[in-house]
Nanobody
C-alpha cells in the first residue's frame, strides 16, 4: 500500500511558476513509476508526465519545455516544477504510483493522492 499526499498548489499569474510535491509513504517508493495527472474544470483527468524509478521521464506535448518532473527516492518524494504557466494549466493536479513503467493511462496507476488545486490567472 502506498499513500500519496500532494502539496504546493495555489494561485499564480500567467507566466509564473509553481513547484508541486508528492510525498509517499512506504519503503518501496523507488520501485514505483510515478506520474502527475490533472483534471481541468469540466474535463476528464489527463496524463501530464511520469518518471520511472530509475529516472526516465515522459511528458504530454503541451507541457514539454515548461514542466519538469523529478524524484528524490531517499526522501520518498516526487516533484513537478511548472514554469511559464498558462491559464489552460488550471486544474487539480494528482500524483499517482504505478508498478508499471512508462504508462500514461489512469488505469495503470493503482495509488492516487487527493489532488492539489493549481489556478493560473490571465
Amino acid at each position: 500500500q502506498v499513500q500519496l499526499v500532494e502539496s504546493g498548489g495555489g494561485l499564480v499569474q500567467a507566466g509564473g511558476s509553481l513547484r508541486l510535491s508528492c510525498a509517499a509513504s512506504g519503503r518501496t517508493f523507488s520501485t514505483y513509476a510515478m506520474g502527475w495527472f490533472r483534471q481541468a474544470p469540466g474535463k476528464e483527468r489527463a496524463f501530464v508526465t511520469m518518471i520511472t524509478g530509475s529516472g526516465s521521464v515522459s511528458y504530454e506535448d503541451s507541457v514539454k519545455g515548461r514542466f519538469t518532473i523529478s524524484r528524490d527516492n531517499a526522501k520518498n518524494t516526487m516533484y513537478l516544477q511548472m514554469n511559464s504557466l498558462k491559464p489552460e494549466d488550471t486544474a487539480v493536479y494528482y500524483c499517482a504510483a504505478s508498478r508499471f513503467s512508462g504508462r500514461t493511462l489512469e488505469y495503470d496507476y493503482a495509488y492516487w493522492g487527493r489532488g492539489t488545486q493549481v489556478t493560473v490567472s490571465s
